[in-house]
Nanobody, 124 residues
Framework: DVQLQASGGGLVQAGGSLRLSCTAS????????VGWFRQAPGKERVGLGG????????YFAPSLKGRFTVSADNDRNTVFLQMNSLTPEDTAVYYC?????????????????WGQGTLVTVSS
């Protein structure tokens, strides 16, 4: 089984950027689907988008297109979430998740493996 570690969160000013990492251990991403989610204070966790190692395809929720992108390293053990033009509304705990199925989904029930979350705080 793959274990996931999300990292890279922190405090950033509005308009700034952050790159989060999701690192796999125990095994590499084979043809996994990897998704990114976030949970803002007092709100439910929502899906943002993700990447499929099966064919390299990516998908993001329409509201995030142009600001958030996802990529992976060549060793197939880290997925990155690049976040630009951050606003205070992006403040949340960010999670990565993975499943052996290659589909990308915004539904958290799709994924069997979850990282512990990393906090992103955007100040105004």
């Amino acid at each position: 089984d793959v274990q996931l570690q999300a990292s890279g969160g922190g405090l950033v000013q509005a308009g700034g950027s952050l790159r989060l990492s999701c690192t796999a251990s125990g095994s590499t991403f084979d043809q996994h689907g990897v998704g990114w989610f976030r949970q803002a204070p007092g709100k439910e966790r929502v899906g943002l988008g993700g990447l499929s190692f099966y064919d390299g395809s990516t998908y993001f929720a329409p509201s995030l297109k142009g600001r958030f992108t996802v990529s992976a390293d060549n060793d197939r053990n880290t997925v990155f979430l690049q976040m630009n033009s951050l606003t205070p509304e992006d403040t949340a705990v960010y999670y990565c998740a993975a499943d052996v199925r290659p589909a990308i989904s915004l539904k958290d029930g799709t994924y069997n493996y979850w990282g512990q979350g990393t906090l992103v705080t955007v100040s105004s």
